[in-house]
């Protein structure tokens, strides 16, 4: 396995491009099921994530063609199976995400459950009562979902709570479904709007996303078209964060800073100096050290969960006291323990971390667990006196494109060792 080995200490400087978003990117790859013609999908970031997900659809027979600058040609018409094995959902849970375009384009679909994972139990029941509601027969049995329905009917959804990828999940169910379904407590993420946007592209008729209604009437068929996915805001909250946390100042471009305010209103608490072009972010965080701040996570506009734990980090070095709420997931804390191993002087008392800053992390050899929190160590690992080993960083490469390269264009002193 795959480690990074972080020498910390230097103030990071410079421009660094921001890459495709994730999460959005899975989505719209699952709704070229949908279509009757090829989609050519652009902006998707190089991640291990994707390479799942078109093994994922290369498995049930879709054609798919790359081209170098990672444009990818998806034509569903050659699929064979409507099936998601355990062994790619188990690595990805977003696989659950070809339920819906599956169900609702042919009839049926055969996705394995996903099981809890390290940041909780994460279930997907909301998502298959709203598709059970739209009259399709769900069965769960020896771990899979087997799903079939000769043809989805548009009703009104009330979701429980706001799920993003079960609102992405029933959004796209809706499109080919005779009538109107109405999304009400819907995920409003921006990664649901470039979603609704794509779909609307390939002659879906989504209206609301980005509000917490969303309606669609269903059409007969979807067709061919280009969309290239919007940037991605957690990879941009996370440079931004690299640069506060270690005192430097950089600029991240091709970003959409609107859909980073949250982030943004809590770098400036901190006493970061922000500034904001069209496509681009900076900070400066050279003149002063950062302030700890207080953070609630919550379903956007709020705070999102997916920078809780690189924001912990920062807390840890900056001064003062600070908290942090979880209230999304259950258990995302894991970083906290590895941070501690850094010397960082944070407490978990319930849902909440409370940071007490220190003045040097010392570096150690550390473990991701999940996704955000091994960039949470990596962002420890910038600022760490001597050489911090992070270990397990195929959690990285799921969500960060080319993370080492671009924080050493950035000046970081940071390498990939083959484990
Ligand atoms: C998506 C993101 C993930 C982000 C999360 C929250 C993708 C591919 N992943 O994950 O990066 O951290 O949103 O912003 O977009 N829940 C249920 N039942 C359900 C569905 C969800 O109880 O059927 C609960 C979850 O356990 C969690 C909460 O709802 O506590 C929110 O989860 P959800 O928004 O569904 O997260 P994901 O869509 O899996």
Redesign the pocket.
């Known amino acids: 396995m795959d480690k990074l080995i972080i020498t910390g200490g230097v103030p990071l400087a410079g421009e660094v491009r921001i890459s495709g978003a ?3 990117a ?2 719209i790859l699952a709704s070229t099921l949908l279509a009757d013609e090829p989609i050519t999908v652009g902006n998707i970031p190089h991640l291990h ?1 994707i390479t799942t997900t078109m093994e994922l659809l290369g498995r049930m027979g879709v054609g798919l063609v790359v081209d170098e600058r990672m444009n990818i040609t998806v034509d569903p018409s050659p699929i064979t199976d409507f099936y998601a094995p355990y062994e790619l959902v188990k690595t990805m ?2 696989s ?2 070809v339920l819906g375009p599956l169900l609702t384009r042919f009839g049926r679909a055969s996705v394995s459950l996903p099981g809890g994972c390290a ?11 709203g598709l059970e509601k739209m009259g399709a027969e769900v069965a769960v049995e020896n771990g899979f979902i087997h799903a079939t329905a000769k043809k989805l009917k548009g009703t009104r959804l009330v979701m ?9 999940n029933l959004m796209m169910a809706a499109t080919l479904a005779d009538g109107s379904t109405i999304i009400e407590n819907a ?1 409003r ?1 921006p ?1 649901v709007v470039d979603l609704a946007h794509c779909l609307n592209a390939m002659g879906a008729d989504v209206n609301g996303a980005g509000t917490d209604t969303i309606t669609v009437h269903g059409v007969e068929r979807l067709s061919g078209t280009h969309y290239n996915v919007l940037p991605d805001r ?1 990879e941009s909250g996370t440079y931004l964060v690299a640069a506060a946390i270690t005192g430097g100042k950089v600029r991240i471009k091709d970003t959409n800073p609107d859909m980073l305010e949250a982030i943004l209103e809590k770098l400036d608490e901190a006493g970061v100096d922000v500034g904001v072009g069209p496509n681009w972010v900076s900070v400066d965080a050279s003149i002063r050290r950062p302030r700890a701040v207080n953070i609630r ?1 919550a ?2 506009p709020a705070f ?3 920078m809780q734990a690189q924001f912990t980090a920062l807390n840890v070095v900056s001064e003062g006291t600070g908290t942090i709420s979880e209230t ?3 258990n995302r804390f894991m970083h906290v323990h590895e941070l501690r191993r850094m010397g960082a002087d944070v407490q978990l008392e319930g849902n909440t971390a409370v940071t007490r800053g220190v003045n040097n992390l010392t570096a150690a050899p550390v473990m991701a667990t999940d ?2 929190a091994s960039a949470s160590l990596v962002l420890a690992g910038l600022v760490a006196e001597g050489d911090s080993v992070v270990d397990r960083i195929y959690h990285i490469d799921r ?1 960060y494109e080319c993370i080492e390269e671009k924080l050493a264009q950035l000046g970081a002193r940071i390498r990939r060792v083959p484990g």
Do not use: M, Q, W
């Open positions: 994730k999460n959005a899975l989505p994530d849970r977003a659950i995400l940041i909780g139990s994460r279930p997907v029941n909301l998502h298959l009562a429980d709570l706001t799920t993003v990828t079960g609102t992405e995920a993420e990664e957690i996570t379903p956007y999102p969960t997916d999304v997931f259950e996704l955000r969500g």
